[in-house]
């Protein structure tokens, strides 16, 4: 059977985002999308205009039917919360599946900033999901939010190391940090306390931004996790496809609310070797 992912995350119609893109995504690796919208957005937040459907309401009562169909999950997989009850919401779903892998992309700001719709508050609250989860995806600027950290721009490999093992002494077992930009190179460092091992990868960096690439990193990550792949493969993987997908959409003038071009290359990821369940 085809193991299942609950994907967390917002819908938007618009901009390959979230859910829009862990759904092919997760489906390429030959895992079971289950998706459990935070809200449905006509566009991402990037466009000029967009409609906005908060679901909060509708959030456990969502999983709870799914508790009720006695629907096995393997692996919940959080992104984007909106707010702090929604936090608390999927904390409770995450305490009622105790044998799913639990991975969280603790969503909260970027290039060294708090999002504006968060605060200290937030991040606290944030902080709690973390200690549930086995494996965490922050970037460097949420890294420091989770530790109370302050932030810099050129951190040395060996600090990034010791924060992600800081990181994992808030729950996690296992730790990715993100989008580390040092000498013209992006690298995405992984940590795994139980085998005390990290691994650092970096590409060239294009200076090409695009909306939705973290998630679809995470949506790599969490189906090769998912399928028994271990962490510093899933790291490569996912850091390749993101590469080769930027590299692509690069050469072409779209609008970079849009995201990249994956359809392209989803054949990458149905092809890994021997990532059936059966």
């Not at 390429?28 to 991402?44: D, F, G, M």
């Not at 105790?98 to 909260?108: C, E, G, M, S």
């Not at 695009?210 to 996790?225: A, E, H, K, R, W």
């Amino acid at each position: 059977m085809l193991k299942k992912v609950a994907a967390i995350n917002d819908l938007s119609g618009i901009g390959k985002c979230s859910l829009s893109a862990a759904l092919p995504i997760l489906s390429a690796l030959k895992v079971q999308c289950c998706p459990l919208p935070t809200a449905i957005l006509s566009s991402q937040t990037g466009f000029d205009e967009y409609t906005f459907l908060d679901l909060t309401n509708e959030m456990e009562k969502y999983y709870t039917t799914w508790k009720n169909l006695n629907l096995n999950i393997d692996t919940i997989c959080s992104g984007f919360l909106g707010s702090i009850n929604q936090i608390d919401i999927v904390s409770n779903f995450i305490n009622s599946n105790p044998n799913a892998f639990i991975i969280v992309d603790p969503v909260l700001g970027d290039n060294g900033l708090l999002y504006p719709i968060f605060n200290k508050k937030t991040c606290e609250k944030m902080k709690e999901l973390v200690r549930h989860s086995d494996l965490i995806t922050p970037n460097i600027t949420e890294a420091c939010l989770l530790l109370n950290k302050k932030y810099k721009d050129d951190f040395s490999e060996k600090e990034v190391i010791n924060i992600a093992k800081e990181l994992s002494h808030l729950g996690p077992n296992k730790v990715i940090i993100t989008g580390i930009i040092k000498n013209n190179k992006i690298y995405n460092l992984s940590y795994d306390k139980e085998k005390n091992k990290s691994f650092t990868y970096g590409l060239p960096y294009n200076k090409c931004s695009y909306s939705g690439t973290g998630d679809i990193f995470v949506s790599i990550v969490c189906g090769l996790i998912t399928n028994n792949y271990d962490l510093d493969f899933a790291v490569k993987t996912a850091s390749d496809f993101i590469y080769k997908c930027v590299s692509f959409t690069s050469k072409y003038e779209n609008d970079r609310n849009q995201g990249v071009m994956f359809e392209m290359f989803l054949n990458d990821l149905t092809s890994i070797d021997k990532i059936s369940n059966f």
